[in-house]
Protein backbone atom coordinates (compact mmCIF):
# COMPACT_ATOMS: atom_id res chain seq x y z
CA UNK A 1 0.00 0.00 0.00
CA UNK A 2 0.88 3.54 -0.22
CA UNK A 3 -0.45 6.93 1.02
CA UNK A 4 0.18 10.20 -0.42
CA UNK A 5 -0.54 13.49 1.14
CA UNK A 6 -0.63 16.50 -0.90
CA UNK A 7 -0.02 20.18 0.16
CA UNK A 8 0.68 23.86 -1.06
CA UNK A 9 -2.26 24.65 -2.45
CA UNK A 10 -4.38 28.06 -1.65
CA UNK A 11 -5.39 31.38 -3.18
CA UNK A 12 -2.71 33.00 -5.91
CA UNK A 13 -3.55 35.63 -7.76
CA UNK A 14 -3.54 35.47 -11.82
CA UNK A 15 0.36 35.65 -12.42
CA UNK A 16 1.22 34.14 -9.45
CA UNK A 17 2.82 30.90 -8.20
CA UNK A 18 2.85 28.38 -5.71
CA UNK A 19 4.41 25.00 -5.34
CA UNK A 20 2.75 21.56 -4.19
CA UNK A 21 4.32 18.62 -2.68
CA UNK A 22 3.22 15.16 -2.53
CA UNK A 23 4.77 13.18 0.50
CA UNK A 24 4.18 9.10 -0.55
CA UNK A 25 4.42 6.43 2.96
CA UNK A 26 3.99 3.18 2.41
CA UNK A 27 5.30 0.29 0.00
CA UNK A 28 7.14 3.29 -1.80
CA UNK A 29 10.26 1.36 -3.26
CA UNK A 30 8.31 -0.42 -6.13
CA UNK A 31 6.56 3.35 -7.11
CA UNK A 32 7.27 3.98 -10.72
CA UNK A 33 5.51 7.04 -11.81
CA UNK A 34 3.98 9.86 -10.30
CA UNK A 35 1.13 11.74 -11.64
CA UNK A 36 -0.21 15.39 -10.92
CA UNK A 37 -4.12 15.23 -12.19
CA UNK A 38 -6.70 18.15 -11.62
CA UNK A 39 -9.84 18.24 -11.62
CA UNK A 40 -11.75 21.72 -11.98
CA UNK A 41 -15.50 22.12 -10.48
CA UNK A 42 -18.00 20.97 -12.91
CA UNK A 43 -14.62 19.45 -15.31
CA UNK A 44 -13.47 15.87 -15.48
CA UNK A 45 -10.25 15.05 -14.28
CA UNK A 46 -7.42 16.16 -16.41
CA UNK A 47 -3.41 14.82 -16.66
CA UNK A 48 -1.03 17.19 -15.60
CA UNK A 49 1.98 15.89 -15.85
CA UNK A 50 3.98 12.84 -15.05
CA UNK A 51 7.38 11.97 -13.99
CA UNK A 52 9.08 8.28 -14.05
CA UNK A 53 11.62 7.30 -11.08
CA UNK A 54 14.27 7.50 -13.42
CA UNK A 55 13.21 11.32 -13.68
CA UNK A 56 11.62 11.68 -16.99
CA UNK A 57 8.85 14.18 -17.81
CA UNK A 58 5.76 14.58 -19.51
CA UNK A 59 3.27 17.77 -19.57
CA UNK A 60 -0.03 18.54 -21.07
CA UNK A 61 0.47 20.89 -23.76
CA UNK A 62 -1.71 23.62 -21.88
CA UNK A 63 1.11 23.41 -18.67
CA UNK A 64 4.44 22.89 -20.89
CA UNK A 65 6.64 26.06 -20.05
CA UNK A 66 4.53 26.61 -17.06
CA UNK A 67 4.58 23.66 -15.17
CA UNK A 68 7.65 21.81 -13.86
CA UNK A 69 7.83 18.29 -12.08
CA UNK A 70 10.45 16.90 -10.14
CA UNK A 71 10.96 14.41 -7.82
CA UNK A 72 13.25 13.90 -4.93
CA UNK A 73 13.71 9.91 -4.75
CA UNK A 74 15.19 10.07 -1.03
CA UNK A 75 12.65 12.02 0.19
CA UNK A 76 9.60 10.06 -1.30
CA UNK A 77 8.27 13.31 -1.82
CA UNK A 78 7.16 14.89 -5.84
CA UNK A 79 6.69 18.71 -6.40
CA UNK A 80 4.71 20.45 -9.35
CA UNK A 81 6.29 24.30 -9.65
CA UNK A 82 3.29 26.45 -11.53
CA UNK A 83 4.33 29.74 -12.47
CA UNK A 84 2.26 31.85 -14.29
CA UNK A 85 -1.00 31.36 -13.08
CA UNK A 86 -4.37 31.95 -14.41
CA UNK A 87 -7.64 31.89 -13.30
CA UNK A 88 -8.35 28.30 -15.55
CA UNK A 89 -6.04 26.19 -13.72
CA UNK A 90 -8.04 26.76 -10.15
CA UNK A 91 -8.77 23.12 -9.31
CA UNK A 92 -8.56 20.66 -7.34
CA UNK A 93 -4.79 18.83 -7.48
CA UNK A 94 -4.62 15.35 -7.20
CA UNK A 95 -0.91 13.20 -6.81
CA UNK A 96 -1.03 10.01 -8.30
CA UNK A 97 1.22 6.79 -8.17
CA UNK A 98 1.97 3.57 -9.81
CA UNK A 99 2.57 0.52 -8.29
CA UNK A 100 2.52 -3.19 -9.77
CA UNK A 101 -0.56 -2.12 -11.85
CA UNK A 102 -2.53 -0.31 -9.31
CA UNK A 103 -3.13 3.06 -8.98
CA UNK A 104 -3.08 4.71 -5.36
CA UNK A 105 -4.59 8.68 -5.09
CA UNK A 106 -4.01 11.18 -2.51
CA UNK A 107 -6.51 13.46 -1.33
CA UNK A 108 -6.26 16.67 -3.32
CA UNK A 109 -5.24 20.40 -2.27
CA UNK A 110 -7.48 23.19 -4.36
CA UNK A 111 -5.86 25.78 -5.59
CA UNK A 112 -7.91 29.23 -6.50
CA UNK A 113 -6.26 31.95 -8.78
CA UNK A 114 -8.40 34.55 -8.53
CA UNK A 115 -7.72 38.13 -7.80
Known amino acids: QVQLVESGGGLVQPGGSLRLSCAASGSTSDITVMVWYRQAPGKERELVAT???????NYADSMKGRFTISRDNLKNTVYLQMNSLKPEDTAVYYC?????????WGKGTLVTVSS
Open 96 to 104: NARRFGANY
Open 51 to 57: ISRSGTT
